[in-house]
């Protein structure tokens, strides 16, 4: 069974980092997209970046220069560095993966507050 595990979420201030990671088992397949979503109260789920198994990243354009995603493909981990971090990015923060068939999988979510 495969299981997404988050964790690094958490309080931080306008201006700040932090780091998400996000550490996939259980699949038998190869992870081709390794990606973060993001859902604020009221909003939908967005996506915040994602990479893929070549290593090409793609991002919101909310983020992009603040945020950079990376994958450790030894460990089946992705993360995500969230630097000068606003008010605007506080949500609960999803891992997603992507593997072959067209299946996906999702994380339970990791909790991030922005103070400003």
């Known amino acids: 069974q495969v299981q997404l595990v988050e964790s690094g979420g958490g309080l931080v201030q306008a201006g700040g980092s932090l780091r998400l990671s996000c550490a996939a088992s259980?699949?038998?397949?190869?992870?081709?997209?390794m990606g973060w979503y993001r859902q604020a109260p009221g909003k939908q789920r967005e996506l915040v970046a994602s990479?893929?198994?070549?290593?090409?990243?793609n991002y919101a354009d909310s983020v992009k220069g603040r945020f950079t995603i990376s994958r450790d493909n030894a460990k089946n981990t992705v993360y995500l560095q969230m630097n000068r971090v606003k008010p605007e990015d506080t949500a609960v923060y999803y891992c997603?993966?992507?593997?072959?068939?067209?299946?996906?999988?999702w994380g339970k979510g990791t909790l991030v507050t922005v103070s400003s």
């Open positions: 997603n993966i992507r593997v072959p068939y067209g299946r996906q999988f």
């Open positions: 990479i893929a198994s070549g290593d090409s990243t």
């Open positions: 259980g699949t038998t397949f190869s992870i081709n997209t």
